[in-house]
C-alpha cells in the first residue's frame, strides 16, 4: 500500500486528545493505531492553556507511536463547531482548454473564485463544500471533469470560523512538533460517515456528546445545514455524580461508565456497589438506581436543551430522526432516555472497527474517511508521508528530529511569536 492511503487523525476534545493511525483501502479502513488521552488545557472545544494541550497532543501521539512503531509526521486535525458560521456561496469561471472540456484545473477555479468573498477579518475559512457544480445551465452535477461546456459554476456553503480558534489549535499541533495535512470541521466529517445515505438525504439530526459541550449537526439533501454548540456535555454528569456522592472525580468519571444508567425507570435497585467518601476512610453503598436519577436528570436537561436549540434554529420535522454520539452514549439506558425526550426516532452511532469500536471514536474516524474522500475526489495534497515505519534506529532517527522541531518552535523568540499572531489577524 502507498504511503498517501495512511492517514493520522486528531482529534482535540475538551475531555480526551484521540490520535487514529488509518491504512485507507478504497471504502475500507483499517485502524492500526491508537492513543487516547485526557486532555488538559481545553475547556467546551476552546483551548485556554498552550502548553498543557501540547503535551496532552504529545501523549497521545507517543501512544499511537509506541503502538504502532511508527513515527507520526502528519495529521489531519479537526475544528470544532465553536462559532461556526455556514454562507451560501457561488463562483463562475469560462472554461479555459481550446476543446472546452472541463479539467482539474477549473475545477480548482471555480472553487476559488466561489471564496473570492468579504470574509470578516477575525474569520478564517475553513471548508468549501460544493452543493452541485452547474455546466452552461445544465445543474445538479456532482463532478464536472471530462464534460464539454463554457462557462462553469458551482453553488457551494463556506464554512467560517473564529480565526482565534483556528490559529490557536493550528499552534498547538506545531508546537508538539507535527505538519498540518488538512483541516476539517469536525462535526462535517463524522456526520458525512456516521449517517447512512437516507438519513443525510432526509433530514437529521446528528448530536455528538463531548465532554465539555454538545455539537448539534443538521444534515439535509445531501449536505450540513446547520451546526450549533450547547455549553453542556458528560463531564457535567460526572461533575453531579462527584458532588451528590462526594466522591473524587476520577471515581465518578468511572461510576459514571461501570454503573451509570441513564433511564431511572429500567435501572436495577438490587446489587449495590462501594463507592469511597472524599476526606474520609469508609466507602458509601449505592445502587444503580440511585445514580440513575443523577443521570438521568442531568441527561433530559441535556435533551431539552437541545429541543431548544432546534428551535431557534428553524427546525420543524426530523424526519431522519436522530443520531446520537460521543463517549457517554454507550451509558445504559441512553436510548429509551433519548427516545422519551427528543420524541423522535434515535439511534447511536458507534464505528465498525477492530480496536475503535466506541462511540467516542466517531469524529477520530470520520476524519480519516472524510480526508481521504477529498483527496480521492480532489486529488493528494501531501508531499510527505503522514507516518514513516522502518528499523528501530530509524524510528529513534525520526523521533529526534520530531523532538528537534519542537524544541525549534519552543525556542522561538517573544516578538516573533508576536509578530506571526498579529501578521495572522491583519493578513
Same mark, same amino acid.
Given at each position: 500500500?502507498?504511503?498517501?492511503?495512511?492517514?493520522?487523525?486528531?482529534?482535540?476534545?475538551?475531555?480526551?486528545?484521540?490520535?487514529?493511525?488509518?491504512?485507507?483501502?478504497?471504502?475500507?479502513?483499517?485502524?492500526?493505531?491508537?492513543?487516547?488521552?485526557?486532555?488538559?488545557?481545553?475547556?467546551?472545544?476552546?483551548?485556554? !492553556?498552550?502548553?498543557? =494541550?501540547?503535551?496532552?497532543?504529545?501523549?497521545?501521539?507517543?501512544?499511537?507511536?509506541?503502538?504502532?512503531?511508527?513515527?507520526?509526521?502528519?495529521?489531519?486535525?479537526?475544528?470544532?463547531?465553536?462559532?461556526?458560521?455556514?454562507?451560501?456561496?457561488?463562483?463562475?469561471?469560462?472554461?479555459?482548454?481550446?476543446?472546452?472540456?472541463?479539467?482539474?484545473?477549473?475545477?480548482?477555479?471555480?472553487?476559488?473564485?466561489?471564496?473570492?468573498?468579504?470574509?470578516?477579518?477575525?474569520?478564517?475559512?475553513?471548508?468549501?463544500?460544493?452543493?452541485?457544480?452547474?455546466?452552461?445551465?445544465?445543474?445538479?452535477?456532482? !463532478?464536472?471533469?471530462?464534460?464539454?461546456?463554457?462557462?462553469?459554476?458551482?453553488?457551494?456553503?463556506?464554512?467560517?470560523?473564529?480565526?482565534?480558534?483556528?490559529?490557536?489549535?493550528?499552534?498547538?499541533?506545531?508546537?508538539?512538533?507535527?505538519?498540518?495535512?488538512?483541516?476539517?470541521?469536525?462535526?462535517?466529517?463524522?456526520? =458525512?460517515?456516521?449517517? =447512512?445515505?437516507?438519513?443525510?438525504?432526509?433530514?437529521?439530526?446528528?448530536?455528538?456528546?463531548?465532554?465539555?459541550?454538545?455539537?448539534?449537526?443538521?444534515?439535509?439533501?445531501?449536505?450540513?445545514?446547520?451546526?450549533?454548540?450547547?455549553?453542556?456535555?458528560?463531564?457535567?454528569?460526572?461533575? !453531579?455524580?462527584?458532588?451528590?456522592?462526594? =466522591?473524587?472525580?476520577?471515581?465518578?468519571?468511572?461510576?459514571?461508565?461501570?454503573?451509570?444508567?441513564?433511564?431511572?425507570?429500567?435501572?436495577?435497585?438490587?446489587?449495590?456497589?462501594?463507592?469511597?467518601?472524599?476526606?474520609?476512610?469508609?466507602?458509601?453503598?449505592?445502587?444503580?438506581?440511585?445514580?440513575?436519577?443523577?443521570?438521568?436528570?442531568?441527561?433530559?436537561?441535556?435533551?431539552?436543551?437541545?429541543?431548544?436549540?432546534?428551535?431557534?434554529?428553524?427546525?420543524?420535522?426530523?424526519?431522519?430522526?436522530?443520531?446520537?454520539?460521543?463517549?457517554?452514549?454507550?451509558?445504559?439506558?441512553?436510548?429509551?432516555?433519548?427516545?422519551?425526550?427528543?420524541?423522535?426516532?434515535?439511534?447511536?452511532?458507534?464505528?465498525?472497527?477492530?480496536?475503535?469500536?466506541?462511540?467516542?471514536?466517531?469524529?477520530?474516524?470520520?476524519?480519516?474517511?472524510?480526508?481521504?474522500?477529498?483527496?480521492?475526489?480532489?486529488?493528494?495534497?501531501?508531499?510527505?508521508?503522514?507516518?514513516?515505519?522502518? !528499523?528501530?534506529?530509524?524510528?529513534?532517527?525520526?523521533?529526534?528530529?520530531?523532538?528537534?522541531?519542537?524544541?525549534?518552535?519552543?525556542?522561538?523568540?517573544?516578538?516573533?511569536?508576536?509578530?506571526?499572531?498579529?501578521?495572522?489577524?491583519?493578513?
Amino acid at each position: 500500500m502507498s504511503q498517501s492511503e495512511l492517514y493520522v487523525s486528531l482529534d482535540i476534545g475538551s475531555s480526551s486528545i484521540k490520535v487514529l493511525i488509518g491504512e485507507v483501502d478504497g471504502e475500507t479502513l483499517h485502524v492500526i493505531g491508537v492513543g487516547n488521552v485526557q486532555s488538559s488545557g481545553i475547556r467546551r472545544g476552546t483551548i485556554i !492553556d498552550i502548553d498543557a =494541550t501540547v503535551e496532552s497532543i504529545q501523549k497521545a501521539v507517543d501512544q499511537a507511536e509506541r503502538m504502532t512503531g511508527m513515527a507520526i509526521h502528519e495529521v489531519v486535525v479537526g475544528i470544532p463547531a465553536n462559532g461556526v458560521t455556514l454562507q451560501d456561496v457561488k463562483g463562475v469561471v469560462a472554461v479555459n482548454s481550446e476543446n472546452r472540456e472541463i479539467t482539474d484545473d477549473d475545477l480548482d477555479r471555480v472553487m476559488q473564485s466561489a471564496q473570492v468573498m468579504s470574509v470578516p477579518p477575525e474569520r478564517e475559512i475553513v471548508n468549501i463544500i460544493p452543493k452541485q457544480f452547474i455546466v452552461d445551465d445544465y445543474g445538479e452535477i456532482t !463532478d464536472p471533469r471530462g464534460m464539454i461546456g463554457v462557462r462553469l459554476e458551482m453553488d457551494g456553503t463556506l464554512i467560517t470560523t473564529s480565526k482565534t480558534l483556528v490559529h490557536n489549535i493550528l499552534r498547538c499541533v506545531e508546537r508538539a512538533g507535527l505538519t498540518i495535512r488538512e483541516i476539517y470541521l469536525q462535526p462535517l466529517a463524522a456526520g =458525512t460517515f456516521a449517517l =447512512t445515505d437516507d438519513e443525510m438525504n432526509h433530514g437529521t439530526a446528528f448530536i455528538d456528546i463531548g465532554g465539555g459541550s454538545t455539537t448539534i449537526a443538521i444534515f439535509g439533501d445531501d449536505r450540513l445545514m446547520a451546526t450549533s454548540v450547547l455549553p453542556i456535555g458528560g463531564d457535567h454528569v460526572t461533575k !453531579d455524580l462527584s458532588i451528590v456522592l462526594k =466522591t473524587p472525580t476520577e471515581q465518578a468519571r468511572k461510576i459514571k461508565h461501570k454503573f451509570g444508567h441513564a433511564f431511572y425507570d429500567d435501572a436495577s435497585d438490587d446489587d449495590l456497589f462501594e463507592v469511597p467518601v472524599i476526606g474520609a476512610d469508609s466507602k458509601e453503598q449505592y445502587s444503580q438506581r440511585y445514580i440513575s436519577e443523577i443521570i438521568g436528570v442531568r441527561l433530559e436537561e441535556l435533551f431539552d436543551l437541545v429541543l431548544e436549540e432546534l428551535f431557534k434554529m428553524g427546525i420543524k420535522d426530523l424526519p431522519g430522526g436522530v443520531v446520537l454520539t460521543g463517549g457517554i452514549t454507550k451509558i445504559e439506558g441512553m436510548l429509551p432516555l433519548a427516545r422519551h425526550v427528543l420524541k423522535s426516532r434515535v439511534r447511536i452511532h458507534t464505528p465498525e472497527y477492530i480496536g475503535v469500536r466506541e462511540p467516542m471514536y466517531t469524529t477520530a474516524v470520520g476524519l480519516i474517511r472524510y480526508a481521504h474522500m477529498q483527496e480521492e475526489f480532489f486529488g493528494s495534497i501531501s508531499d510527505e508521508p503522514a507516518v514513516s515505519t522502518s !528499523d528501530d534506529h530509524s524510528f529513534a532517527q525520526a523521533k529526534a528530529q520530531k523532538q528537534t522541531n519542537r524544541e525549534h518552535v519552543e525556542k522561538e523568540s517573544f516578538m516573533s511569536k508576536a509578530r506571526k499572531v498579529f501578521n495572522n489577524f491583519f493578513e
